[in-house]
């Protein structure tokens, strides 16, 4: 369970800060879609948000105690630009039966590594969970494919080992939409009790038989 580990979580967020590669953000939703407006471009990380455009990584040392100090909240960014600087070598990862793909962390711009909720992001959770249990194969939707240039960052960063990943088909219904929770879509469960078979299932994934 995620909620035993915050303590990892927390050491690993360290030891990213104690080289210089995390800095507090207090920025809202309003702070930085103001920014964006007055940019002059407004690039855009793969899941479709605008990539965060760096208010908060020009302030001073000085600047960020005295604002933690007084209590206001903050989440904590990776500097992109640092953490690429401190990985020698160019990233990639093994995807099942495709080969090697080459990793483009920098899409994802400063991205959050503890939330203003929440003491650590999806990404830090899922990498430090994977070494943690050695998992050695990440099977996930294909959706969630360009987060693993991130995942990579943070493992080379970390020191921590590169699963091998396998990024299936997502399923969709009869009018293309993608099967998900928030609509009360069909489930596997769902699927087998139509009829389907567990090799129907499967291939509607994209799994090989
Ligand atoms: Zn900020």
Known sequence: M???HLPEYRAALD??????????????????QREIEQA?????????????????RALSTEQRMARIASGEPHALRLDMARALASVSTSLDFKE????????????FGDAVLARKDAPASYHLCV?????????????????LKPATDLHRLIQTLMGWPAPTYAH?????????????????????RDLRHQGRSPTEVRALAGFPD
């Open 168 to 188: 299936h088909a997502l399923l969709t219904d009869p009018t293309g939409r993608r099967l998900a929770k928030r609509d009360r879509a069909a489930t596997l």
């Open 127 to 143: 990498t430090h969970d994977d070494a943690l249990q050695g998992v050695t194969l990440v099977t996930r939707g294909i959706d």
């Open 96 to 107: 099942l039966g495709e080969g090697r793909v080459r990793c483009r962390p920098e899409r």
């Open 40 to 56: 002059a471009t407004a690039p855009h990380a793969p899941d479709g948000s605008p990539l965060y455009p760096g208010l908060c």
């Open 2 to 4: 995620q909620s035993r």
């Open 15 to 32: 030891r990213l800060e104690a080289r210089g590669l995390l800095y507090p953000c207090f920025c809202t939703r309003a702070d930085i």
